[in-house]
């Protein structure tokens, strides 16, 4: 029943000159998991994906990807960063086929592709805006479509949804169960809400407090739709929030 | 639209007050003499006899303009074409930057129409040693701005870039050029308006044509209408560049001002 690792870390420890982050932090991720990621804020969750795409060098440790060291040019990865990365140079059909372009995905597929994900973000009709002409939460969508366009087989998401208002959080969190069951994606979700990582996952790794080390990995066997005000949900939460309990 | 109409109004207001006030010292009460300052009615009146009237400094409005716009675009097009991949290149490579920066820092504070007696000396009064002045002056803005312009990208374009796999060189066409734009064609704009001000400079002290040329010919004539219609065509035409390079600007850079 287990499938491939997909995401191995090994002894991760990153320190910024004195300071600490990640402390021998080990864990892996079977291809396909939800994985949520929570953690107190300055624990180096976003020091965890940024070591992991290579914008940071690690301190000793290792991490891999389907077995071999992190290649941006080979493995096929995409990393939704906590601050708004749409360029506002481009319209939100040229945004969302960014990462396409880079891949060298020719015209015509690349436009199959942008058309398949502005649909399901529900962005089609703002295909010709530009981002400054766009909400906070239409934004979230464009960048969150730009890394489904690439059909990537790990996609990275660094509290992707912590600046929007709970509707459309919620919105939101459906989209993406949406597109994650329907393409069968590694997906890293990193979040400091406990609600939406039990709603979304399929596990949860607790982070602790700096210097940082896993505090325990949950399981998360909830039924989808979940219901956050199922008997089931609640108790998942109010287990995870007592581990969590750093203050 | 109703405040817009009304600031064109009071834009309105003062330039025919100006002229109303200008009227009426030289017209009517003639406070000077016409052969000192001439009123707006005759310069008008030089302004189109000169279309076609060589005299009388030797070439019409029209020759005149050309020649000037021809030295101009020539030096702006060349500072355009060098000083912008320059700044590109200083602000991306940093090996480049340390390279190309004592050069420049050296160059930079030396006036376009400094070098105005060395360029004659060199070139001659012809078109070359303008197009070489002019090119100076518009040159550094270009640098400048450009450079500035690359380094306003932001860390996080540049990671989406390389997470989906882009090198060095694709962040710098995708990334770090479309950011630039805005501030590229702001010192493209600069640059217009200084090569267009050394342009007549230069024109002042070595010339045989020009705009430049003709309103200091017409000093020594004593014809102060062709002078000042001179000036008027001078402010027209600048005015004129700097409008179209803003419908390229307006197309060129896209999603509004975001450096
Ligand atoms: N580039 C950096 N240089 C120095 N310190 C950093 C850098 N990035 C993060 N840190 C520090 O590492 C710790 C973890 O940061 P971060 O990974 O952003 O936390 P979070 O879990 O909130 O995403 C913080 O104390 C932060 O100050
Ligand atoms: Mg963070």
Redesign the pocket.
Known sequence: MESKVKVKVTDLTKC?GD?L?LDKVSFDVREGEFLCVV?P???????FLNSLTKLYDITSGEILVNGESVDLMRHNIAYIFQENSTMPWLTVEQNVGFGLGVKRVSDPQRREMVEDVLDIVGLGKFRDYYPNQLSMSMLQRVVIARAFATRPELLLMDEPYGQLDIELRFRLEDELVKLWEKTGTTVIFITHNIEEAVYLSENILVLTN?PTTIKKRVENRLGRPRNIADPGFVALRNQVTELIKWW | MKKDRRYLLLSLLAVSTVLAAWWLATDILKLVPSTTFPSPVKVLRTLVIKFWDPNPDGATLPQHVIASLQVSLTGYLMGVFIGVPLGICMAWFTRFDWFARPLFDMLRPIPGIAWIPLMIILFGIGVMSKAMVIFLSSFTACVVNSYSGIKQTKAVHLWVARTFGAGNLEMLFKIAIPTSLPLVLTGMRVALGSSWSALVAAELLASTQGLGFMIMQCRGLYRPDVIIAGMITIGSVGAFLTWLLSLLERRVVKGGRFS
Do not use: A, M, Y
Not at chain 1, 41 to 47: I, Q, R
């Open positions: 910024f300071l982050v953690g804020t300055g624990c180096g969750k976003t020091t700096k």
